[in-house]
């Protein structure tokens, strides 16, 4: 199973969305609070038994912070969305989502951003 992961993370750094190179531009380098970001980063946990995965757009470990960028796919599956966040908040991992209009104000998301790691 972390092969897979790992295999499914590399496969999605090497082809980020626009919103996604917008974003790592942004925290790359521990620019935001100095703390550092991890880019399609596979998060691991047990589902009824079985080891399973999501990988996060982005993760901060120091925060155990999870970043998502919605694009408009999230809108087809919102329901999906609801159950990996139960999922995650339930294995104590934080999350702050990002609509891909959002990026264009850097300003916006640092500050949105900056609360979260402040927290």
Known sequence: MKRHGKTVASYLRNNKTRAEQIFWGIVRNMQIKNHKFLQQHPIYFD???????????????????IVEIDGSIHEKQQEYDEL??????????????FENYELSDEEYVIKKLSRHLES
């Open 84 to 97: 990996r966040t139960a999922i995650l908040n339930l294995n104590r991992y934080a999350i702050v989502r």
């Open 47 to 65: 589902y009824e038994g079985r080891e399973r995965f999501f990988v996060a757009d982005f993760y901060c470990a120091k925060k155990n912070l």
